[in-house]
C-alpha cells in the first residue's frame, strides 16, 4: 500500500524553525516529483514547494521564499521541508504529495499529484 506520511509539526513561535519530513512506505520516491502544500480551514489549498524526481528542481511559493527549503534522501525515502523565520500567517495543516510524471521541472499544482499524506499541524504563536 503507498503512503506517505508527514512529521516534525507542532507550534513554534514566531522567527522560530521546523523542519517536517515526508516519509514514503510501500513505494521508493525515487521516481516521483515531491511537493508541499498547506491549507488553513476555510481556505483553498496552497501551493508551497516542491523538488523534481532527480532533485534538479526546486520550485517555492513567493510567500516562502528564502525562508523555506525543500530536499530530498532518496536513501532514506524521506522528503523535507525546512521552515525557518515561521510567522504566524505560516500556521496551517501542511501536507506532502508524490507525482509520477518524472518531468525535469516540479510544479507546485495539486492537481498534478497522485498521493497524498494525512497532513501535520503547524502553528506559529507566541
Known amino acids: 500500500q503507498l503512503q506517505l506520511v508527514e512529521s516534525g509539526g507542532g507550534l513554534v513561535q514566531p522567527g522560530g524553525s521546523l523542519r517536517l519530513s515526508c516519509a514514503a512506505s510501500?513505494?521508493?520516491?525515487?521516481?516521483?516529483?515531491i511537493g508541499w502544500f498547506r491549507q488553513v480551514p476555510g481556505k483553498e489549498r496552497e501551493g508551497v514547494s516542491c523538488?523534481?524526481?532527480?532533485?534538479?528542481?526546486?520550485n517555492y511559493a513567493d510567500s516562502v521564499k528564502g525562508r523555506f527549503t525543500i530536499s530530498r534522501n532518496n536513501a532514506k525515502n524521506t522528503v523535507y521541508l525546512q521552515m525557518n523565520s515561521l510567522q504566524p500567517e505560516d500556521t496551517a495543516v501542511y501536507y506532502c504529495?508524490?507525482?509520477?510524471?518524472?518531468?525535469?521541472?516540479?510544479?507546485?499544482?495539486?492537481?498534478?499529484?497522485?498521493?497524498w499524506g494525512q497532513g501535520t499541524q503547524v502553528t506559529v504563536s507566541s
Open positions: 523538488i523534481s524526481s532527480s532533485g534538479g528542481s526546486t
Open positions: 504529495a508524490a507525482e509520477s510524471s518524472q518531468q525535469r521541472l516540479c510544479t507546485i499544482l495539486a492537481w498534478k499529484y497522485d498521493y
Open positions: 510501500g513505494f521508493t520516491l525515487d521516481y516521483y516529483g
